[in-house]
């Protein structure tokens, strides 16, 4: 009933001698898969116990404090970007006496993509600087610029339209700047202060700050237009009422970043930059114990600092290790945001296309913004912020893959439904069924990819070079949104055509996603692998090893 090993040997070898081109390829790529997991198993982590402290640390207050303290910067962020879209027929009306209120091509253009611009930028510059001098460091510097900026977008005063605009676009690019470098600076601090069970979770709460200062804009807006609008100067002069109403809108985007600046200076460096990169231990463990419940750690895991992995951005070792993981990120944050911006961006422009405004010419500068900031308020309420909340309940549970691929998914079946019977939704009966699918595409925007490819940037690449990684993934979403803009605004193709063309994006957006690994309920450093080194071989190795042996005998 059973042979000796020798037989089973012989056996083993005769099979292999007789199993030629295309099965004998199969059966090296499975052996060497085999061989790769076993060994992968058996390779010896030196967690550093500080960090292993923050991976099993509970959810405590100052979890909730981070939140708060990085995701206003994306309340922010979202509320000057977004708020551009709501006050341009605005400037149209005052500046170019635009009957309905559309600005020309090319400043429509510049207004809407210069902060996109600055943004791009912002993300490359801050993202390598968090790497080089730290999170915490330059993290007031971002605040400070958007803070500036967006008091200066409001006081672009010249007696000459052009030069108006000009100095508005000099300073929202700059702005843009500020709010680029708050991406990498933001997502690479929640990451590493967080635990490895609910790292998504939290994550995704900062950004989900994206869609309360998308709301706060068109809120702000509907108010301030509500206020002016009501007034008996607007009877006499409707263009001068209408130039506060912006100019307020604009300025107070400085206020929630204000608001944390205090605390943000307060926040110590991550462990992780401390530990890891600066390679201070006992600085790393006395920040952490001050702001979160957790012990110290001794000088034992000096040795683990040493002996971590040290290949740069451009080196071929990178390459080899996460040049797949970045191409993915990069990819799908590039599609997402041609997707998410011009859906967003151009909001009135596609609801126009079915006559939900009626006819601009025939209503007054403010009563045209108050309903256009009324049916994004009405959208982001009833779509992007249950999707947002929905992410931050279920990405530990799920998983980031799944869910950015259900959402890419889902928004090209809806984006299809849409596009496909474009005309049948101009029906004035058929406009709330328009609304409800528009508002579904945005729901799986952020219950999917807008959400994830935030998520996954600061989780899957080595802590030296996160803030980087994040910072270029970033940048390429936002290379998306300019070229969104530029595709909405210069290519005079139908909206339908346009919708079907976001919808391809989303197909491309699934097909990355596969090349990226799911990194839920593991420590960061188990994701890397920046921190491993070889142990001593198993008794399985030495056995596949020798089954290797045998398969490389000629049996005569």
Known sequence: ??????????????????????GSAMLYRVLDAVTSVKCETRRARKQIKVLEALDVAGTQLYHFTTIVIAGMGFFTDAYDLFSASLIADLLGHIYYRSADGKLPGHVAGAVSGVALCGTVL??????????????????GVTLKLMVVCSLAS????????????????????W??????GDYPLSATIMSEYANKRTRGAF??????MQGLGNLAAGAVVLVLSASFKNTAAYDTDQLGQADYVWRIVLMLGAVPALLTYYWRMKMPETARYTALIAKNL?????????????????????????KQDEFGLFSMEFLHKHGRQLLGTTVCWFVLDVVFYSLNLFMKDIFSGIGWFGDAAEMSPLEQTYKIARTQAIIVVGGSLPGYFLTVLFVDR?????????????????MIGLAAPYKFWSKPSMHAGFAIMYALILFFANFGPNSTTFILPTEIFPTRLRSTCNGISAAGGKCGAIIGVLWFQYSHTSIRSSLLLLAGCNLVGVMFTLALPES?????????????????PSQESATVAEVEFIHSVEIL
Request: aromatic share 12%.
């Open 1 to 22: 009933m059973f042979t000796t090993w020798p037989a089973r040997r012989h056996a083993c070898s005769s099979l292999f001698c007789h199993l030629h081109g295309a």
């Open 122 to 139: 912002g993300q490359l510059f801050f993202g390598w600087l968090g790497d080089r001098m730290g999170r915490k460091r330059i993290y």
């Open 154 to 173: 409001g006081l672009s005063f010249h007696n000459k339209p052009k030069c108006v605009v000009a100095t508005l676009c000099f300073f929202r690019f």
């Open 175 to 180: 702005l843009g700047f500020g709010i680029g």
């Open 203 to 208: 994550i995704a709460a900062v950004f989900a």
């Open 282 to 306: 006992k600085l790393a463990a006395s920040d952490m114990a001050a702001v979160l419940d957790i012990d110290f750690v001794s000088d034992m895991d000096a040795e683990a600092v040493v």
């Open 398 to 414: 799920i998983g980031r893959i799944k869910i950015q691929l259900m959402g890419f998914t889902m928004m090209t079946i809806f």
């Open 520 to 536: 839920k309920g593991m420590s960061l450093e188990d994701i890397t692998g920046e921190m491993e080194e070889e142990s001593e």
